[in-house]
C-alpha cells in the first residue's frame, strides 16, 4: 500500500507560480510512475503530467506542456509538480497518484494510489 498526500495548493493570480507536493509512504516511490491529475467543478478528472520510474522520462497535457514541471525525490519520496504562468484555466483539485506496472499512463483508471487532492484557484 502507497499512501499519498499532497500539499502546496492555494488562491494565487494569474502568471504567477505554485509548487505542488506530493508525499508518499508506506513504499518507496522509486518503482512507481507518478501521476498528476486534477478536476474542476462539472468536468470529468483529467490528465496533467506523469513521470515514469523506469527512466524517469516524463510526458504532458497538451495544455500545460512548457509551463508545468513533474518531478521526483525517492530520497524524500516525494513527487512534485511545479506550475509556472498559472492560468485562470488551470483552476481545480489537484491529485497525485501511483502505479506501479505502468510507464508513462496517462489513463486514470491504471493508478492504482491517490492521494486526497489539494486545491489550487487561479483568478484573472
Known amino acids: 500500500q502507497v499512501q499519498l498526500v499532497e500539499s502546496g495548493g492555494g488562491e494565487v493570480q494569474a502568471g504567477t507560480s505554485l509548487r505542488l507536493s506530493c508525499v508518499a509512504s508506506?513504499?518507496?516511490?522509486?518503482?512507481?510512475?507518478m501521476g498528476w491529475f486534477r478536476q474542476s467543478p462539472g468536468k470529468e478528472r483529467e490528465f496533467v503530467a506523469v513521470n515514469s520510474w523506469s527512466d524517469d522520462s516524463t510526458y504532458y497535457a497538451d495544455s500545460v506542456k512548457g509551463r508545468f514541471t513533474i518531478f521526483r525525490s525517492n530520497v524524500k519520496n516525494t513527487a512534485y509538480l511545479h506550475m509556472d504562468s498559472l492560468k485562470p484555466e488551470d483552476t481545480a483539485v489537484y491529485y497525485c497518484?501511483?502505479?506501479?506496472?505502468?510507464?508513462?499512463?496517462?489513463?486514470?483508471?491504471?493508478?492504482?494510489?491517490w492521494g486526497q487532492g489539494t486545491q489550487v484557484s487561479v483568478s484573472s
Open positions: 497518484a501511483a502505479a506501479a506496472t505502468v510507464v508513462g499512463s496517462t489513463t486514470s483508471s491504471e493508478y492504482s494510489y
Open positions: 508506506g513504499r518507496t516511490i522509486s518503482n512507481y510512475t
